[in-house]
């Protein structure tokens, strides 16, 4: 069984958090049933964008970081106050324990300029949000990742992507490295993909 830690900021988008809760709950009940997915953030609730409200399962100072397996971040909107949260130093010591640790880390759209802000994307390949209105791509830039102009990139035990249009892959990916490339194309199947 490995655990994956679903890592929400306050003004996360929502359909990017639910693209992992979705495929990992589909592997719990219909695929290889290895994965369970935990939600933890720093707050007892949590705002999304779009004004969900979200109970996280644990708050950051109740969690053993050395429990999980895997570290899956989705993005969220500056107006919504994500970056608060995501550049919070509570956030940016988690992301480094699993990068120091060689773990998966899979994030989605703008949650890669939290990868950024810990300093582990220093020379790395990584991408983020690409539309041609964006000032992300620089700031990405700007924290020393080496910006691949890709929908998804991959880079060691790391995956980062461009839009929301992403997420489901994402999630797919890293749900293959959890498990197997067999079992994910079974989850794929069984969801319609």
């Not at 958090?17 to 369970?36: H, I």
């Not at 109970?55 to 909107?77: C, K, M, Q, R, W």
């Not at 924290?143 to 890709?150: I, Q, R, S």
Request: proline content about 3%; some cysteine; aromatic content about 10%.
């Amino acid at each position: 069984m490995t655990k994956t830690l679903l890592l929400l900021a306050n003004g996360f988008e929502a359909v990017e958090a639910s693209v992992f809760t979705d495929v990992f709950g589909w592997n719990q009940l219909e695929g290889d049933g290895t994965t369970e997915l935990i939600t933890v953030g720093l707050h007892p609730q949590l705002k999304c964008t779009w004004n969900f409200t979200v109970t996280p399962e644990f708050l950051v100072s109740e969690v053993n970081l050395d429990d999980f397996d895997a570290l899956v971040i989705p993005g969220g909107f500056e107006e919504a106050g994500f970056y608060s949260d995501a550049f919070d130093a509570r956030f940016s010591k988690i992301i480094r324990h699993f990068n120091d640790n060689n773990k998966l880390i899979a994030t989605i759209r703008v949650a890669s300029l939290a990868l950024g802000n810990s300093g582990i994307l220093k020379g790395r390949k990584a991408t983020t949000y690409n539309h041609p209105t964006s000032i992300r791509r620089r700031q990405l830039a700007n924290f020393g990742a080496n910006l691949v102009d890709a929908p998804i990139v991959v880079d060691n035990n790391i995956i980062t992507s461009s839009n929301p249009g992403t997420a489901f892959e994402v999630a797919f990916l890293a749900l293959e490295r959890l498990t197997s490339k067999e079992n994910c194309h079974k989850v794929r199947e069984l969801m319609g993909f």
